[in-house]
């Protein structure tokens, strides 16, 4: 017999095996839903490649066998899959690390393992490394095992401590694999037939091959897709969406039942997880629905079935008109998929729309989730443009009410859709007002709203930089301009005109001195100083030529190119604000010039920063120090 050799596992391996043999973690059943769900892949591989490969063809029937062996209290689950070579065993069962995993040993190592806040362990094998939650229940595992392109076979062996060895496997090993489980103490359960079958039943409903107890089948592998519709019960929904995602306390959002005979025959059902989880930090997670052909899965995680734009959703697609034994390399650049890409997207878009008019909550709750990812799709999908602006939702002037006090909770905060926002357009209105920026309480203060309160014309709201890129794709809704409120070709439409207000005053003598001082102070900063009549109260604002992008969307660009050139932008003086009312009087004293051009950039400089773009801080501090000197200069520190 010869020695067998010995090897460690990899870094983030050895702390995940850490984690898991002293998790005192109450769902370890996972564990088994894990291996069982290995097995299954591996019966896949084997039925691919004797379909792709006739001279390979055996007729032993694919299942998966459990066998608890009470003596020895080991729990055995057999496969005759395609087994694992010598390079496979040292690779996938130690040396590489998925490269999803990283993400989820983070999350787990810096959270407890047990009680509130416990990381979800039952996510494992969506990371990839599935295979190790076997040290939840075991504390040897030992993988017994034949490759179809091997003659011999191995024994892998670990106890999880850190290190595991691999040895040729003596006697007659049939092809596959096999996991035997030396049950840790207390876990004498897994070795009773009828909590394994409760736990198959539960998890493993629907693995596509047999799995046998002492001979028995315990799984009904229903391929719940090409039933009719109305038989498939919530629970059964709710098992297969678990099994699918490996999300055991999960339940979808909404779920989708497709079949369609032509012009292309398919079954489909598609499910939208409750949560993203791409928000919580853990990158892009595997995407793609499973693919199958007459009810046998040709390939998983199969990306051309959806757009990357709805790459949360999970399910399977079958279609009977797709070869059984198309390679996956071939399959790519089969013809079918981009047709049935097109039909799926056009169902879930239409189906987004009717959710959000027949379950609001629900709706309400996958934009919150999923709203920033599918407005990518604006860019991604011309076609499908108008579907996607349809399902987008907003905060607006009027959704906020007058915005004196927002609700701190966003939840609480109502949104609009375009259509809402196009049936309140008030009658010749042919723009579709817009204003971006970083918070919903900064925008909600924006001197640039005051022209439109008092108009009563609507205002999006646009707190997320995703929304100006898709809003700038769409360029138009309805017939209606979308269009950023600081642009010079705002135009507002005759109805708005306030009836009860008086006719605007000319402005005050000598304004035109003090933009012509403005000017000159400003003179290589913006491109032109002019009198305002979109404000109110405030005494300027920052507005963008004819024709040029809306400030924000400049933000994003100057900062994410290189070499981007923001373009300068117009300053607009309320010639009625008290301040500049003053300015005017004070400039018939030439002594003053200096201190109306100084005015002149504070209030530039501030209009930058209310758009939260950072002046030239130094200056601006100098000179609002010397303000407040000469200010404190003419008060008294006499009390009359
Ligand atoms: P994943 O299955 O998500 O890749 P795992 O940690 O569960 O991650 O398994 C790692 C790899 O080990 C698998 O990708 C597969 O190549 C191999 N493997 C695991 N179990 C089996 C099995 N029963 N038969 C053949 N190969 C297996």
Redesign the pocket.
Known sequence: MSTPQEFTFQTEIKQLLHILSHSLYQNNEIALR??I???S??LN?WRHIQLTTPELRTDDPLQIVLEPQPEGRVLV?R?N????TQA?LIQ??GTIA?SGSKEFFQKLASRPATGDGAPDLSLI?????????AFMLADRVE?V?R?YQEEGAWRWESDGSGRFTIAPAEGDVSR??E?RLHLKEGLDEFLNADRLKLIVRRYSTFVPHPILLADQPLNEQKPIWVEPKAQVTDEQHQAFYQWLTHRSSEQPLWHLHLSSDSPIQFHSILYCPPSNFELLGFGDLQHGLSLCAKRVLVQDDCRELLPEYLRFLHGVVDSADLPLNVSRETLQDHRLLPKLKKVLTRKVLDHLATLATESPEKFAKFTTQFGAILRTGMGQDFENRERIARLMRFYSTHTLGTGLSLPDDRAERRTCSLDDYVSRAVPGQEQIYYLAGSSLDSLDRHPHLEAFRRRKLEVLFLDDPVDEFALTQLGTYEGKTLISIDSADVKFPEASQPADEPARPPAPARFTRVVELFRGALDTLVADVRESDRLTESPCCLVNKQGTMSSQLQKVLATNMQGFEVSRRVLELNPHAPLIERLCELSANSENDEFIRDCGRQLHADALLLDGLIPQAEESTRRSLRFMEELSRSRSSILH
Not at 125 to 133: E, L, M, P, R, T
């Open positions: 894990e291996l769900s290995n097995a892949d591996s591989k689950i496969d899959g395609v087994g694992l496979e996938n069962l998925h094998g969506q990371f990839g490394v599935g295979f190790y939650s993988v095992t490759s596959g694999a996991i």
